[in-house]
Each structure stands twice: as C-alpha cells, then as structure tokens.
C-alpha cells in the first residue's frame, strides 16, 4: 500500500467490517458492531445521512446487500444441502461459514469452495447430519468444479509409453472428482430436481398451487462411489464398482498404474482365469474413461 | 462521444447485455444486433459450457467485455492472476475497449462483491487512477470506468461525484463508461441535479452509456436493472447523447428478464435518440 492510500485503507477496512457483520434475524443491521460499539455512531462517523435516511439506514442497505448476494450465491450452488438441512438451519449454517470464511476470490464461484473443511470443522451447524451434509458439500462442491474447472488436452494411445504399463503415472483431468460417499446423493439430488420440476409444471394451475411442496425422503447410508465429471460441457454424475474407484483414486493420487491395481484389487491372482477376467475389466474400464477425455497426462515413474 | 481512443474507435451502435436465459435464442434465431456486452467474470473459468456458448457468439457478433469485479478503487494490490486471465479472455474476445466500475470492493484479501462508492478525495482519485493505469499497462486495451449508483456519501469527501470522475479519469487519461441510470439512481438518493453532472463530466472521454431500470423504494432508489428504462432515465438518455454526440449504447437487463424480442424492443428504443443526436450533430457540422 502506498502511504497515500493509508486514510483510504482505513476507511474501507471500517466498511467492510460493518458490512460484512451478519444481520439479525429480521434481516436488520445490528444496532451494535462486533466491539460492542453503537452501530450509529460508526455509521454517522463514516457517512453522510440524506434527507431521507440517516447514516445508519444508508449503511444497512450496503450491509444487506452483502448478505443477500452472498447468501444467493450459495443457494445456487449448494441446493441439495438446503434440502437436508431446511431453510432456516440452512441459513444458519452459510453465516457461520461466511464469518469463517469470507470470499478470497474476485469470483462468487469460489465462495463454497470451503464449505466441506467448515462442516468437518464445526460438524454441530448439521448435527445429526453431519456425515450426510459433509458429503453433499463435496459432491455439489464437485459439480461447481465440473461446470467450468480447467481442461486440459486429453491424451490418446499414442501418447501412451510402448513398455510396461505398470510404472506408467496418469493425470487426470482438473474438473473431475473421484468422491467415495456414504450416501447416494447422486440419487438424492437427481429426486431433487425432478421434484423441482413437477412443482415448476403444477405450479401453473391454481388447484396444484394450493398444495404444499412434497419433501424428499433423505437418503439411508450406502457407500457410493462417484466421478463427477463434464463431457460435451455438459456436468454428469457416473458411478464406480469399488475396485473402479480405487484405482481412479489411486491414480489422482499420483500412483502408478500398477501400484493403482494392487490398490483396487489386491495382489494379482496367481490363476490364469481370474487374471484374464480382471485384466478385461480393467481394460473395459479404461477405455470408456479414454473415450470421456479424463485422462490428460502421463508420465513413468 | 463518437469513435474516441477510448472506445478503441468504434462506433458500434446499440447493443444488449449477454445473458444465460438468452442463449438458445440467439443462438437459434440469430437476431440481428449490433453488439453483445459481456460479464468478463462469467467467463474467466477459461473452460466448460460459457466458452463454448461464448465462442459461438463471437462467431457472429462484435462482443465487448464489462467487468465487475477488478475494484479500481481498492487499497488491496492488483491480483495479478485475475489480470491474466482477464487478458486470455480479451484475445480471445478481441474487444474493442474494456470497462470496469469506479469503485471498491475488497479489503486485506477479502471480497465483498459488490460495488462499493469511494470517497471523493484526492487521495482516492490519484490511489484509483494509478491503478488504472496499471491495469491498462497490463492489458493493452484502452479502459472505460463506470460511474456506479451508490446509496450513500461519505463524509470525508472533498468534491461532487462528477468532479471525482473528472479527476479520476484525466488522472488516469481513460474513458468513462456513463452509466445514465446510475446518474439518475444516485441523483435521486443524494439529492444532486443529474443534469449538472452531465454538463461537468468531460465529454470527449465518453466511450460508452448504459442505459437500464431501476427499483423505487420509499426512501431510496436502488439499482436492480429488473424494469425497463423509465422515462427520466430516456430523458437523461436523449440530454446525454444531444450533448456528447452518437455513442455506444448498451441495455442492461440482468434480473426478471424477459424474453430476448422484448429485451431487444426496450434496448432500440435508444435508436430515436441516438438518430436525432446524429441530425444535429450532421446540423452543426453543416452550419
């Protein structure tokens, strides 16, 4: 900072502090700031009052707007963790993770990006769900990612060492994730929207606006494993076999593609058959996820 | 102001912001639009679903990048990676010109994201210009700052808001995206004579006008581009392009949009100004 922006510094670190404050439960700004001081003294110290509003009123507005555009933003993006927790506790949980962690980015995309880190922090704003709630961030977290995460150009067989494979290391592709679950949110979530768009379609007839809006029944625990990926910019969820998930994992993680095998699979049988039935598998499964562009470099390690 | 160095001398007539609930018209229908004005920041990700739409745009219509988020006004250095994809985005973009808004908006790394006034000082105008200069050094493209509707003044500062954008902008030697709606929005909420700050504003720096609508509060205006212009805005509007001559002209529509044909109406409607401006400024060269 140069010395001749220091009086600037100082003013828009006290508005942004107001600002950045939480509202009440009534959507007002508080009466007082965090160090107990009256808000309107600050305000008044800060602003000008209008004809119409004092300087309190005219720093609410600003105070709100924070509020709402980045209380929006992650409605947007997190609308299955809405759906688990409900509106009201929903909301409680963005402001406590907002005072934590505040947007670091000049974009909104950004904003949930930690919201998986805060609820393994402070499980309690999702308690019972915590594990549920946890995973749902990740997975939809996953899916800002997918939208319009970097992408790299894929490699095809030519691009693929001649030798052995077993040393070989493959990249995979930065908006894909490799997610081991505990729930089937891709199921969860897929209810969601039909259910959003049943309600959207009923919505236009007078008798169906009467009705309250059907919840989804949560999800019963059940290991699920998922890649979320893009393929023709468009965002898909694909589920894994374990022993699939275990080698992708094993491979984003840097392994090789042989130590990725034992990873998914344990030792190699010693019985031609089950080698056989294995290596087709494997084969099966890296040429779709050729063909879906995920891998986007390869090395020899 | 017509074609300037700070509109990349174009004359591009009236365009439309660019927006997701638009695309497949457009896409579809082709319609016949002089330009696009984009959210730089919609599409800085560098891949995925808005590029491919994007390219496709620029495929058939001239597109100039608006931004929303560079905060020429804040103490906080100049995120240099934020710079750099701004820059592969207008390469691939090819914009004539590029805006951003003459306001704050982040403090020690922390983001508020939304555009906040600054206090019109001298210490402000030289902190704002100086970073638009290093911006534009970056970028190699001329730069248009945008006057924005604010909803409060702050007591330390030393000049009119147009006295601030004057200095701001000659201390930096840029352009001015005026923002027609934002005069009136803030005229009202502070109680100034929008006229005047239209007659105070150096002219010859204008690249660009927006033209949008705006919510009526009880006891404020509040910015919300959600309504069609209304008619003091058009006022403005018409005073605007009488005074500064024949000037870029976008419509922003960014909430409750309506359908591309009547987004389109509402943003031609500019056309009966912008024509008559034309008239008088062929009148004058005449006389």
Known sequence: MTSDAHTLYQLQRRMADAIMRPLTAGQRIHRRSADGRPMQDLAAELIKPSKRLTSLERLEIYNRQYWFRVVDSLYEDFPGMRAILGQKRFDALITAYLLRYPSRSFTLNDLGGNLERFLNEEPHWASPLELMAADMARFEWAQVVAFDGEERPPITAEHLPKSDATGLTLQLQPYLSVLELGFPLDDFVIGLKRLAAEHTEAGITARHRRRRRPRIRLPEPQPTFLVVHRFRNSVYYKRLEPEAFRLLAALSGGQTVGEALTAAFGPLPEREGPRDKRAACVADWFATWAQLNWFCGCGIK | ?287
């Open chain 2, 1 to 287: 102001m017509p074609p300037n160095q700070f509109n990349g001398f174009t004359d591009l007539g009236i365009g439309i912001g660019l927006r997701v609930p638009h695309y497949n018209y457009i896409l579809a229908k082709k319609p016949a639009i002089d330009w696009f004005e984009i959210i730089s920041e919609n599409y800085m990700a560098g891949a995925g679903r808005p590029l491919e739409i994007l390219d496709q745009i620029l495929d058939q219509y001239t597109v100039v990048q608006h931004g929303v988020s560079l905060y020429l006004g804040s103490v906080d250095p100049i995120n240099p990676e934020q710079l750099r994809r701004l820059k592969r985005l207008a390469e691939r973009t090819k914009t004539p010109f590029l805006s951003d808004h003459l306001c704050w908006g982040s403090v020690d790394g922390t983001y508020t994201h939304d555009l906040l006034p600054l206090p019109y000082t001298f210490e402000a105008a030289r902190h704002t210009a100086a970073r638009i200069r290093a911006v534009r050094d970056f970028l190699e493209i001329p730069i248009c700052v945008e006057n924005i509707s604010s909803y409060a003044e702050f007591q330390v500062s030393e000049m009119t808001e147009w006295e601030f954008l004057s200095e701001v902008v000659e201390l930096a030697d840029c352009g001015i995206l005026l923002d027609v709606n934002n005069i009136y929005v803030s005229s009202q909420n502070h109680g100034f004579d929008p006229y005047e700050y239209l007659s105070k504003i150096p002219h010859e720096r204008v690249g660009q006008i927006h033209i949008a609508g705006h919510t009526r509060h009880e006891d404020y205006i509040l910015d919300t581009h959600d309504h069609p212009v209304p008619e003091p805005v058009w006022k403005l509007y018409a005073q605007a392009v009488s005074s500064i001559g024949p000037t870029n002209t976008l419509l922003e529509w960014d909430a409750e949009i309506p359908s591309f044909p009547r987004v389109h109406n509402e943003a031609l409607k500019a056309g009966r100004y912008l024509h008559n401006s034309e008239g008088s400024t062929c009148e004058s060269a005449t006389a």
